[in-house]
């Protein structure tokens, strides 16, 4: 368990600061302290419960970017998408696209053709797979229960889906295994000033109910589409610099098959997905301008309406009801201040530096968070240029793992192998971690659930290991479970008693919808 206090911030001046957890934020982190500076991270609420686990889950290129002639920005996530496949396998999984193409609607097949193409030409060696041409016999083979009518046929090319809220996890993780300072559910409440600069902040621990003060050399905030928020509280005048759009997306139950689907909307010809997912089915996103507070951004019933109606135009046999939703989520995407549509606008990301002296890191895509953190700690930290990593591969709290024979490993911890493949395949080669628990107290290994292979130390190791502190944390961010079917909602009984033995009375009960 790791204790939480507060003089392990306020009892020195840290190189580095860094506001929020959610993947920039925790790599920036994990970056910086890989260089041996001292780093605290702060996040408040838990990690990745923003932006970063409200994504469609995708590493990818971005095909759609080829026609705004993002090349620069395609090739580099392309390659962002296999590093990050190479350092956490188990959380990155190569998955093929299929396109439909129809009469008179959206691109033409040969436009299709040539991006999809040009997309794997722009992989290079960092392809997942190559492209195809689909007939009409082809798609339906491929897509069964296809809308046939006006059907030209597809395409089909390769993306990656990943875990966000878990590699978000991953990169928090190996900060403070590298030495850094980590705490959720701390927020910085106001800024310290002298002679104009800002040296430090305010934070407020919610667990411990107590504040303290903070200096750092350096202040990052990464706060995604909180950043304006954030930054007024460091420059009241200062001018906004987001326009943040609304992207919700919605789970359904049902066998997701194998591939995902991209589709054009054919009433308003924007590109969403269909994409398997924990077993059932993705479907995403909207996008759409938002103006209110990010932590009021919600679900409505015509984002619900509209991505239901517009999948079964493309599936009309198969149920879109709502009895069929396992549940919604909705974030925003923080994208740095342009006019027009919010598809056009460029995923690409800035880093400014405030007049107070605090840098300010802005936009950009979950598949580039690397890139982006290399960046900042290159900016922040000039000299360090020569020490950061040149070579593409980035280590991560649960990389390495190796051939595993599951049979033995099952036999050395008493468990079933369907309990050690499904721990290796959240926790990497950390899955001895977890069984570790086991060993010291066997009664963990009891299933939690009939509905799944999750075992009661997984609840433990979310809470003492993985900073877990509420059911939702654990349920949606640490477990996945809240995306998958539990009839019976004995999980959530069984979090919520794990939960208050081990002290956490006040957590915050999670709702499905
Ligand atoms: C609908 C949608 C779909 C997307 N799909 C994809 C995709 O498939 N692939 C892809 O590459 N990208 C995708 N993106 C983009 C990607 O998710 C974001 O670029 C990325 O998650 C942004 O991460 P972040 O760390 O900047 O922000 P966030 O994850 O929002 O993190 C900011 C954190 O700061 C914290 N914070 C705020 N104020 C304070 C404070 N005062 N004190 C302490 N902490 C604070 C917040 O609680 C929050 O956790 C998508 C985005 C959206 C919205």
């Given amino acids: 368990m790791n204790p939480r206090y507060l003089s392990r911030f306020s009892n020195k001046n840290f190189d580095l600061l860094v506001v929020g957890g959610g993947i920039n934020g925790a790599a920036i982190a994990n970056l910086a302290a890989s260089l041996g500076l001292s780093v605290a991270l702060v996040e408040k609420n838990d990690w990745a419960s923003g932006t970063s686990s409200k994504s469609t889950k995708l590493l990818h290129g971005g095909i759609r970017y080829l026609e705004n002639f993002e090349f620069d920005l395609v090739a580099e996530s392309l390659k962002e998408r296999h590093i990050q496949w190479k350092s956490v396998p188990h959380l990155v999984k190569p998955m093929r696209f299929i396109v439909p193409v129809y009469r008179g609607v959206g691109r033409p097949l040969w436009m299709m053709k040539l991006g999809v193409w040009l997309y794997d030409f722009l992989s290079g060696k960092y392809s997942l797979g ?18 046939k009518e006006g059907l030209l046929g597809g395409v089909s090319y390769f993306d990656a889906q990943m875990d966000d809220a878990r590699i978000c996890l991953e990169n928090v993780l190996m900060a403070r295994k590298r030495g850094a300072q980590v705490a959720n559910y701390c927020e910085v409440t106001d800024f310290l000033k002298e002679n104009g600069r800002t040296v430090g902040v305010r934070l407020y621990d919610a667990i411990l109910q107590d504040a303290c003060e903070v200096r750092a050399n350096n202040i990052v905030v990464a706060a995604g589409p909180w950043a304006d928020f954030v930054r007024h509280k460091d ?23 194998q591939d995902a689907f991209l589709l054009q909307s054919l009433k308003d010809k924007r590109i969403f997905f269909m994409i398997p997912f924990w077993g059932n ?8 301008d938002y103006a209110e507070r990010p932590d009021d951004v919600r679900t409505d019933q015509q984002d619900l309406d509209y991505l239901l109606s517009q999948a079964r135009q493309f599936f009309p046999k198969m149920d879109f009801s709502l009895s069929q939703v396992i549940c919604t989520f909705a974030g925003l995407r923080p994208l740095v201040h342009e006019h027009g549509s919010p598809s056009k606008i460029s995923r690409k990301h800035v880093i ?9 890191v802005m936009g950009g895509k979950y598949t580039t968070y690397r890139a982006i953190a290399l960046d900042c700690v290159r900016e922040v930290f000039p000299r360090s240029k020569d020490r950061l990593p040149v070579s593409e591969s980035y280590k991560l709290y649960g990389s390495g793992l190796g051939q595993v024979d599951l ?12 309990i050690v493949s499904h721990l290796m395949s959240l926790y990497g080669s950390r899955f001895v971690d977890v069984l570790h628990l086991v060993r010291l107290d066997p009664s963990l290994k009891a299933k939690i659930c009939p509905c799944g292979p999750v075992i009661r130390a997984q609840i433990v190791y979310s809470i003492d290991t993985e900073m877990a502190a509420s059911v939702e944390d654990i349920y949606v961010r640490r477990l996945g479970l809240g995306y998958q079917d539990c009839p019976t909602q004995q999980c959530l009984r069984e979090i919520t008693q794990i939960l208050k033995k081990k002290g956490f009375l006040n957590e915050k009960n999670y709702q499905n919808r």
Avoid: C, F, Q
């Fill in 281 to 288: 089915r993705l479907i995403g996103t909207t996008d759409t």
């Fill in 130 to 147: 190559s492209h195809g041409h689909l007939s009409l016999e082809e798609m339906a083979r491929v897509s069964p229960g296809i809308r």
């Fill in 407 to 418: 049979k033995s490993e099952a036999a050395r911890y008493g468990v079933d192998t369907d």
């Fill in 352 to 360: 400014e530096r405030n007049y107070s002296g605090v840098y300010y």
């Fill in 235 to 257: 420059t009241p005048r200062s001018r906004s610099r987001l326009r943040t759009t609304k992207g919700v997306h919605v789970v359904l139950r049902g066998n997701g098959g």
